[in-house]
């Protein structure tokens, strides 16, 4: 029988959750690098035993931390993270040039045929690329030094690239989503980028429809049909289909369209979820009832959620990386939250059980469909 | 042979004691004593310092012989009895929450 293997980022540390298929009994494993903030974990696709970990704190700044077996041992790798050529400036809060500076590697992203190969997006936003199993770190500065480069400016959260995406069928086309600056896409293995923001349309910034400026949250594909991309921004839930040349709004019936993750099911690549919150200042669900909506047809028509999961007093907060599924039949869709859950659905989303209630902070959730 | 205290995190990463000790050519000072402990636990590599700029990071303390050792120069000679391994150079966390 199929196992899984759910990989949770904290604000104290990584958690390694297993079950069987049938995702009913789970075997805890923790905390991993007690007391280090856990931006993500993620597994190889070449390599399910090979881990990446970024590690991180305040005073001791990065570390990146690599398994060979699963995460039951880990050894520290390279972490020297050196903007490669002139540094350059963006701008800082209050519209100042600032230059960009090292803060932490907020999202690591195995290639999916190389277990050496491994992409990190960092803070103050450039992609990184290990070819060495991340011993060492080379930048691919045709992003950071984009000509928009010097008008980025950081969300609340900071400068940070926190989602890329590698297109199963066409190597070296990827995407990247950067707060507060929005997608880039690039066709070359990350040499060169471009915006890919049109329709895109944010009150927040002086030019609604600027071709940069956007606080993307969250971009998804299904690996299927890599030209379909989902997006939860600030507010609004986006798609596109012709492979982020033009994004359309699909809120629809959502109570509303604010957020952090979203994510497709494993075999459905119009069904998608989101976790609406109630607002950019308000980090909590609406009501105090947590619900994760599903939409069946792409968007635009959204049920919600909510067998198994809070639906009074809650206000915990799902973050961007903080949401996966799996591959299994049928799909298993997870969530953990900053109050510490991290809840299962192995239904798709129809009925859903905490696997822990009383972790730290929760950062981010992968998961990984063994044999 | 310089003695060096950790903080616990970093005793943890390097998987060591709370003290380690390392040789340190003279002029014993806080740059030779962190190039030294670099070279010997590498994975300790930026937790206390940039790794291209050297400079501390800003929540950790350098503190020997009852001083504090963090604001000066980083090639200061720091007194005899660190040097002769009776005082540790003692790296350590802010009193900060979290």
């Not at chain 2, 005793?11 to 380690?20: P, Q």
């Amino acid at each position: 029988m199929s196992r899984v293997r759910v990989l949770v980022g904290t604000r104290k540390g990584a958690f390694v959750l297993t079950s069987d298929g049938t995702r009913k009994q789970w075997d805890v494993s923790g905390p991993h690098f007690g007391g280090w903030e856990i931006y993500h974990l993620k597994g190889s696709p070449a390599d399910p035993n090979r881990l990446y970990a970024s590690q991180s704190s305040s005073w001791f700044g990065q570390v990146i931390q690599r398994s060979d077996d699963g995460g039951a041992t880990w050894q520290p790798v390279g972490n020297k993270f050196e903007y490669a050529g002139a540094v350059g400036t963006h701008l800082w809060y209050d519209g100042t040039p600032r230059p960009w500076e090292f803060a932490r590697v907020w999202h690591l992203e195995p290639s999916p045929t190389d277990r050496d190969t491994v992409y990190a997006g960092i803070q103050d936003a450039a992609l990184f690329r290990s070819t060495d199993g991340g011993q060492t770190w080379d930048e691919l500065a045709g992003l950071r030094t984009h000509k928009s480069a010097p008008l980025w400016q950081p969300g609340a959260g900071g400068l940070c690239l926190h989602t890329i995406l590698l297109d199963p069928a066409q190597p070296g086309r990827m995407f990247i989503a950067i707060s507060a600056a929005g997608v880039f896409g690039s066709d070359d293995g990350g040499a060169t980028w471009r915006p890919m923001n049109r329709g895109l349309r944010s009150e927040q910034i002086p030019d609604p429809t600027a071709e940069v400026g956007h606080c993307v949250h969250r971009i998804a594909m299904h690996r299927s049909r890599p030209r379909v991309l989902f997006m939860q921004k600030h507010w609004d839930v986006m798609r596109s289909d012709d492979g982020g040349e033009s994004w359309r709004e699909v809120s629809g019936n959502l109570p509303t369209d604010f957020g952090f993750p979203i994510d497709v099911h494993a075999h459905e690549p119009e069904t998608i979820y989101v976790v609406p919150i109630k607002s950019d200042s308000e980090h909590y669900p609406p009501d105090g009832r947590l619900r994760v909506y599903r939409s069946r047809t792409g968007g635009h028509e959204w049920e919600a959620l909510t067998q198994g999961l809070p639906q009074r007093d809650c206000y915990v907060n799902v973050l961007r990386d903080a949401m996966a599924v799996d591959t299994l039949e049928p799909c298993g869709v997870y969530v953990g939250t900053t109050g510490g859950q991290v809840y299962v659905s192995a239904d798709a989303g129809d009925r859903w059980a905490p696997i822990v209630e009383h972790l730290p902070s929760v950062v981010s959730v992968e998961v990984q469909t063994l044999p | 042979m310089v003695r060096v205290v950790l903080p616990a995190h970093l005793r943890t990463l390097a998987r060591t004691g709370a003290e380690v000790k390392v040789d340190v050519a003279a002029p014993v000072t806080p740059g030779a004593i962190l190039d030294a402990l670099e070279a010997e636990y590498p994975m300790l590599r930026g937790t206390i310092r940039d790794q291209v700029s050297h400079k501390r990071r800003a929540f950790l303390r350098f503190f020997a012989c009852g001083e504090d050792w963090s604001h000066v120069p980083a090639d200061t000679t720091l007194p005899e009895p660190v040097a002769l391994g009776v005082e540790p150079f003692m790296i350590v966390g802010a009193m900060a929450g979290g």
